[in-house]
């Protein structure tokens, strides 16, 4: 069988979504190998991949959050533009020796993976945790507010101008993921979700999420036939008091059971005395839990809105940053949960207001469904599909 290479950049948001397809591959008798860092070793391992390990230039625990906004976006484009530099080379020597016949790379951020996977004539697919763009449509364009008074802007442009030179690519290739030896892209993401959906070409294959194996986190059951409600703010923007404060505010000694993720930065402890319906640690299955919730409090990362909508969970998005605003803005338009302001001074207020309200909304419950419809024609299969489709060409 074939030697398949995934990379993605060292972050959940952009590791989780490949793991469900590591796992299908392996299981059909593939061999793959995904680099990562010491912290995701574990999780390759898990799905029965060969974790390449490798220290990371980006951004990381205790450091701030990219938010891709404003004159922080050339800080996010500068880390990807060191990361690759750093891979690219730090990589190559592995890639010779043990030379894949395919590549599936995160196009968003993994520009590392376009470089090694063209330098060294192997095909390509780049994978989208989150929305994909054309010429119609771009997240970038839409919601990532470029300064054009910042002269890092034009560096990373001419720096990035030079690296694709020297492999022979043209930047547009690069950044893009676009041209010769693409061989079609992987959306983790409903066509329906996708903003312009129908614009996008045949090469672009819609796919939705493939869950990651629930033994990787551990699993979890409901300890009482109350409605669960699950929060999380994710594992980069999950710091986040006044939120976690307010949601136990809005909901202790009510109905609900709340099971709240707070970060691995946060100590539990700090958040005062836990109400007893609530059930607070750093982490949870998310996947079990989302399975038993009737109500999802999220930053709208993608990994984590998909996963919801699988599970036909309606969702209340606080979003911390450009990407998971656009994911938000999505959820109203279609009808599947509703955004709140972080900021808004009843917060606690409006938020019981939307517990009490979504659930049980017959237009929200359609709207979740027909989602979920549509994910569950795609996923796993489609997505190898696609994969082993590019190995025999």
């Given at each position: 069988m074939a030697h398949i290479v995934f990379l993605a950049p060292p972050a959940v948001g952009h590791v989780n979504p490949t793991l469900g397809l590591v796992c299908e591959l392996v299981s059909r008798g593939h061999r793959v190998s995904y680099p990562c860092t010491e912290e995701f070793a574990d999780r390759v391992k898990a799905v029965g991949a060969e974790p390449v390990l490798y220290e990371t230039t980006m951004p990381g625990a205790g450091e701030k959050p990219l938010t891709l906004h404003g004159y922080d976006v050339a800080r996010g484009l500068l880390?990807?533009?060191?990361?690759t530099?750093?891979?690219?080379?730090?990589?190559?020597?592995?890639?010779?020796r043990n030379r894949p016949d395919l590549v599936v790379f995160d196009g968003l951020v993994a520009w590392w993976g376009r470089l090694l996977a063209y330098r060294h004539g192997i095909p390509a697919i780049p994978c989208w945790a989150n929305f994909a763009s054309n010429d119609e449509w771009s997240l970038t364009d839409e919601y990532v507010k470029l300064p054009k008074l910042d002269l890092r802007l034009y560096w990373f442009i001419l720096r990035m101008q030079r690296l694709a030179a020297r492999e022979g690519l043209s930047v547009i290739e690069l950044m893009d993921s676009v041209g010769r030896g693409i061989r079609g892209h992987l959306v983790f993401v409903p066509?329906?979700?996708?903003?312009?959906?129908?614009?996008?070409?045949?090469?672009?294959?819609?796919?939705?999420?493939?869950?990651?194996?629930?033994?990787?986190?551990?699993?979890?059951?409901?300890?009482?036939?109350?409605?669960?409600?699950?929060?999380?703010?994710?594992?980069?923007?999950?710091?986040?008091?006044?939120?976690?404060?307010?949601?136990?505010?809005?909901?202790?000694?009510?109905?609900?059971?709340?099971?709240?993720?707070?970060?691995?930065?946060?100590?539990?402890?700090?958040?005062?005395?836990?109400?007893s319906n609530f059930e607070v640690s750093p982490s949870v299955p998310q996947l079990d839990v989302l399975e038993h919730a009737q109500l999802f409090l999220t930053h709208a990362g993608m990994g984590g809105v998909?996963?919801?909508?699988?599970?036909?969970?309606?969702?209340?998005?606080?979003?911390?940053?450009?990407?998971?605003?656009?994911?938000?803005?999505?959820?109203?338009q279609l009808g599947v949960g509703r955004t709140l302001r972080p900021d808004a001074p009843d917060f606690a207020d409006r938020l019981r207001a939307l517990a009490a309200e979504l659930p049980g909304d017959p237009s929200v419950r359609e709207a979740v469904a027909g989602l979920q419809r549509e994910m569950a024609a795609g996923g796993l299969p489609a997505a190898v599909k696609v994969v082993e489709e590019a190995l025999s060409e």
């Open positions: 880390a990807g533009l060191r990361e530099r750093r891979l690219s080379e730090g990589l190559d020597d592995w890639f010779r066509r329906s979700f996708q903003y312009a959906g129908d614009t996008f070409d045949d090469g672009f294959h819609f796919v939705g999420p493939c869950l990651r194996p629930r033994e990787i986190e551990g699993r979890w059951r409901p300890p009482s036939d109350r409605p669960v409600f699950l929060v999380s703010m994710g594992t980069l923007y999950h710091n986040q008091p006044g939120i976690f404060a307010a949601v136990m505010e809005a909901f202790a000694d009510t109905r609900w059971h709340v099971v709240l993720a707070t970060g691995p930065d946060v100590d539990p402890a700090a958040l005062g005395d836990v109400p998909m996963e919801a909508l699988h599970f036909g969970v309606p969702m209340i998005a606080v979003p911390q940053m450009a990407e998971q605003r656009a994911n938000a803005d999505r959820i109203e």
